[in-house]
């Protein structure tokens, strides 16, 4: 694969084709936050806390670090008042969520999001899809996924899959950053799994 | 019907065609488009045919053709029926009427006046369809067609020179001198980008992978514009067509339309026009002899704004949940299934047999600089002649809104045009004389879009069309990326509190703020525009957002929370019609008692203020100040004498 | 509604998951609605995991996961229809059959919908029931309108 030369923090980076920026910045050692990125899944681009400013081609944007590919010459700038305006206010959006977040609460400290701009939400989910994700491309069990759009976009436990699957494997439930994860899955488990398909604590 | 297997049989099919076809011999055309139809252009089909059946007219010597058309766009004054060869125009034609069109018109040559358009200026009537001041001041390329022919009947097609230019580009041009030719012509997308088409085949036709797919963007999700449907349902086989050149220009086999599947008819006409184009060899194998193959499937839509966003659309193709893609890659390069894909709008596609036929000039000889080609524009709203119309860029908004849609109804005032759909913007009264195109309206913070153009008038609150809107995206918006889903809810919580008298200082700036991030860090475009609505609202119409926050008054009189309605006491002459017509029987009252509207009843449907007589205009609008208190019982009895009245 | 119907929709299309979305456009049109088994049986015959075609039947608004009344109402709510004062059309409807956008009424005889935009501008504010269009709608009228609805 060929090399590509790019400049991100006024630092050159050599980096190979097909790299996401992410990809590159921390194999040079740079920072970058992330909310919805994990190693062992495909990068989602949901969360959108990643964006980095680029020059790109004589045009100028901000795009998600985890998804954009490496070109030669292009200059990435990971803070700028930009860049900082937006990662706070995309953190106070999700803190009206999930204001105790340990992650969110770390970020928000970082970039100055008040907790408390907007008016506190009913749902403590944040959509990063990492449980359904990980359910999907890891376990290949499809347990669990997301319904409907837009605001009303939601994860949930397929019944029918989840009772056989999930007692004994719950992986998922540490990647879940508010642990509505946590949450959802036993109230699937109080309203929907027969009695008489739970399988016994296995003593684990 | 029988194969086509090159050009000389294809002409030789079309002769005969066209030798079986008197054109002296007279012909109703009825437009039977989805508007139309909704307004009863069935029945008026039927009743000519009934009419025609009853005077033996149809039977040994063909005396007179009854053809089911497309939308010939002057949707306002539907059902439309055009009496050819003569062309005479009669307008909102009755199932009644066909009596006297087939016995006055067709047979005695005699026109009915009282079906004819009426110039509102000069009182004049006119005849010929051309001569309509709606149809004269446009420039029909794309959809001058659709009143000429049914769509469902490729002979139809064939008969005004349809496939001709695939003919001419299979026989006569190598791929590459396609998209030259394309690219020459300085076409750009007519779905809303408007990138530049002709590179977009070019970028498509570049990529290493030999598979490569071509699809027809049908999902016309923008409210208020159906430009695409009457294309799709009145001349489907111009699009086929188009789709089948550009295929061969890219170097794709298969093709996709993914139409909507709110548009039935769309949906019925292009598989019937798609199946008769099999049939003929117009698609398959082979095609006329040159070697060229090409599918096309028909995917319907299942009903999601986003799909219109054309890696949403791939997603949806795919069978997945239409949620955007990251680009870069970008689907010339990755597409559907992976594969390079070329990705148009059906207007883009209809534009490309002419550019065949007729050369590149055809189009760099109509348009401005930025903007070549003519567009079509659905004009809808608070104006006189709403329909599609299909004028050369570069025409002014002015023109569009006066002169081709004959202005504002009931003497109301121009407020503004919204262009671009969602994603688009509000151009108020100062920017009337600026030229249409793809550059100038974004300099004045609207975009071109698909073409839906919604005229408001002074009746408009520029603050509930900025809420209508961020409304339509929250159900709309796939719900993946934080900026779009949070940052769209929480600007339509900040709009609703300020229609409903609860705005607060500061929520102008804050709408400012969210507007930023959700416009700069979305992942797809529908997040990328949904502020503009609301940025230009607020740059144009800051006054009506103030005056909903300050004084919790809405100058249009349309925010229900703000607004109230009242019956005067010294001009009420207790006729009883609001009474009766009020769907929540708010209004108390009698023959000779003055009426009162209960406010806690009250819906604020507006109906007592549409129906009160104009010469008493008793029923007044209210906002920003208190409701007057009920006048006293006693004080409410109308003495009636013969002239006047005593309280 | 029955396992043959379903196979025969089923059967029509490519057996892979790209054909998902057509064959419960088809399911939901002869059904008007999609029972849970119709599901599990296209998410072995097409291959698709059930949390998959959990998130598509909800994503896209012309499934419906529950029954549907006799007679389906859509106002339209597109742009035009909007200015033209839709929203006053669509409470007074509401009113009278005692439901909101997206359910259905107790006797299941009226579904009520909004959609947005049918393509019949010129006409607004439509409503569409059972396919019949009606045009120039006010608040006033839909009483008569839906009078004509057993």
Known sequence: ?204 | MARINSPAELEKFRKGILSKRDPHKPCIAVCTGTGCLALGAAKVVTAFKEEIKKKKLGTKVDVVDVRETGCPGFCERGPIVVIYPEETCYLQVQPGDAEEIVSQTVLAKKVIDRLLYVDPTTGEKIVRESEIPFYKNQMRHLIGNNIKIDPKSIEDYLAVGGYSALVKALGQMTPEQVVELVKDSNLRGRGGAGFPTGKKWEFTRNSPDQTRYVIVNADEGDPGAFMDRALLEGNPFSVLEGLTIGAYAIGSHEGYFYVRQEYPLAVENVTLAIKQAEECGFLGKNILGSGFDFTIRVHRGAGAFVCGEETSLLMSLEGKAGEPRARPPYPAVKGLWGKPTNINNVETWANIPLLINNGAGFLTSIGTEGSKGTKIFSLVGKVNNTGLVEVPMGITLGDIVYKVGGGIPGGKKFKAVQTGGPSGGCIPEKHLDIKVDFDELKKVGAIMGSGGMIVMDEDTCMVDVAKYFLNFLTGESCGKCSPCREGIRQMLKILTNISKGKGREGDIELLEDLSEATRDASLCALGGSAPNPVLSTIHYFRDEYEAHIKEKRCPAYVCKELISYHIDPDKCQACMICLRKCPAEAIAGDKNQIHIIDQEKCTKCGTCFEVCPSRFAAVRRISGEPVPPPIPEEARMIIRESKGKKK | MDDDKIDKIIDKYPSDPSSLIQVLLEIQSENRWLPKEALKKVSKKLKVPLNRIQHIITFYKAFSVVPKGRHEIHVCTGTACHVRGAQRVLDTVQALTGIKPGETDQDLKFSLETVNCVGCCALGPVMVIDGEYHGKMAPAKSEDVLKNYE
């Open chain 1, 1 to 204: 694969m060929s090399e590509i030369l790019l400049q991100i923090d006024g630092t050159e980076v050599k980096a190979a084709e097909g790299m996401t920026i992410l990809k590159a910045a921390q194999s040079a050692g740079i920072y970058i936050p992330t909310l919805c990125h994990h190693e062992k899944l495909e990068p989602y681009g949901a969360c959108r806390i990643c964006v980095v400013e680029v020059d790109a081609r004589g045009r100028k944007g901000l795009v998600a670090a985890c998804l954009y590919p490496v070109e030669s010459d292009l200059v990435v700038r990971t803070r700028s008042e930009k860049v900082d305006k937006t990662r706070k206010i995309l953190l106070e959006q999700l803190l009206a969520h999930a204001p105790d977040a340990p992650a969110l609460k770390d970020l928000a400290q970082q970039y100055g999001a008040d907790k408390d701009r907007f008016a506190k939400e009913s749902s403590f989910c944040i959509l990063c899809g990492l449980c359904v994700r990980y359910c999907a491309e890891v376990k290949k069990k499809n347990a669990v996924g997301f319904v409907d759009r837009g605001a009303s976009r939601e994860i949930n436990f397929v019944p029918e899959i989840a009772s056989e699957e999930c007692w004994n494997c719950k992986e998922c439930f540490p990647l879940c950053p508010t642990s509505y994860l946590q949450a959802a899955y036993h109230l699937t488990e109080a309203l929907a799994f027969p009695r008489a398909a739970l399988k016994p604590a296995s003593g684990k």
